[in-house]
């Protein structure tokens, strides 16, 4: 089992910035993959940021060069730094990870961009 605790989210105002972490209770050297996902209110949950094994992290086309997803591996930690955020960030972003097979979530934080 894996458990992930995400934190960091809230609301800013347009062009602002935030962190979200993604506290996981094992290794994320262990982890096959890991990602940032998010949701808003009846739509899919969509990816914004994804490393898989050792490599470089993917990113969507509406985040390129605003995001980044980084790791402490020390800390167990996976973060998603936003920077230039829009009112259409505003979402619920989920932390994903995927352990032997299986594919974890994160309890989701809530970011909301607005003036």
């Known amino acids: 089992q894996v458990q992930l605790v995400e934190s960091g989210g809230g609301l800013v105002q347009p062009g602002g910035s935030l962190r979200l972490s993604c506290a996981a209770s094992?290794?994320?050297?262990?982890?096959?993959?890991m990602g940032w996902y998010r949701q808003t209110p009846g739509k899919q949950r969509d990816m914004v940021a994804s490393?898989?094994?050792?490599?470089?992290?993917n990113y969507a086309d509406s985040v390129k060069g605003r995001f980044t997803m980084s790791r402490d591996n020390a800390k167990n930690t996976v973060y998603l730094q936003m920077n230039s955020l829009k009112p259409e960030d505003t979402a619920v972003y989920y932390c994903?990870?995927?352990?032997?097979?299986?594919?974890?979530w994160g309890q989701g934080t809530q970011v909301t961009i607005s003036s």
């Open positions: 094992r290794s994320i050297f262990s982890f096959s993959a």
């Open positions: 994903n990870v995927w352990w032997l097979g299986s594919n974890y």
């Open positions: 490393i898989v094994g050792g490599g470089s992290a």
